[in-house]
């Protein structure tokens, strides 16, 4: 069975999760840490980052743009109307820009540096960086998280799906972000409906049902992580 190296509270990690989901893969799933930079692992992806796939004949895929493309050309294609990319090009990139978006912009504005201050550094050792948060890393995230969720409140309210009129890499790339987020109690949901009414939808779809019902060892998420009707 292929191999999918993630880590849990990857966004980019969760995002091929789902993907993997919907199109109705199984794999094995590796936790990986990648700040390890185990000699295996770099083996496999010297740029020790998440994901990494690893087919059945050993040929490596890295990254989260590189699944995403090589699963719609092998697989997508064949899925009609569950194709996850659309048909039509400039839908296409209007999929990618927002993919990108959540997987490139709002990692870096607001994922990343919370997950890797809340969560990697309780795994890390000292020599590795890990210890107490920065706290001014967390106001500056905090402060951004607002810009970025009224954007996707915006989304949501003017679309069917974050993209267009179904379900596509988008939603998957916002969702996997979001999730990550929302377990660790980040996101004000009173102040965006059009935005929760969405998630509730994706958060109750059957691909998402493993990525709630994981838990990050001393760390619970907020009471309503798991709640399809929060």
Known sequence: MPTLYHHQMSSSSRFVRLILAEYGFQTDLVEEQPWEKRREFLTLNPAAT?????????????????LMEFLDETHGVLKRDRRLLAEDPWQRAEIRR????????????????????????????????GGAPDSKVLRTSRANIRQHMKYLAWLAGSRQWLAGE????????AAASISVLDYLGEIDWSEIPAAKDWYQ????????????????????????????DF
């Open 50 to 66: 998440l994901p990494v796939y690893v087919d059945d004949n050993m040929r490596v895929l890295c990254g989260p743009s590189v």
């Open 98 to 129: 927002l993919t990108e978006w959540f997987l490139i912009k709002m990692e870096q504005d607001v994922t990343r540096p919370l997950t890797r201050e809340r969560v990697y550094k309780l795994q890390m050792t000292a020599a590795q960086g």
């Open 166 to 173: 179904r379900l596509s890499y988008a939603d998957l790339a």
């Open 201 to 228: 939808r994706i958060k109750s779809r059957p691909s998402f049902r493993p990525l709630l019902s994981e838990r990050i060892r001393g760390l619970t998420p907020v009471s309503h992580y798991a709640d399809l």
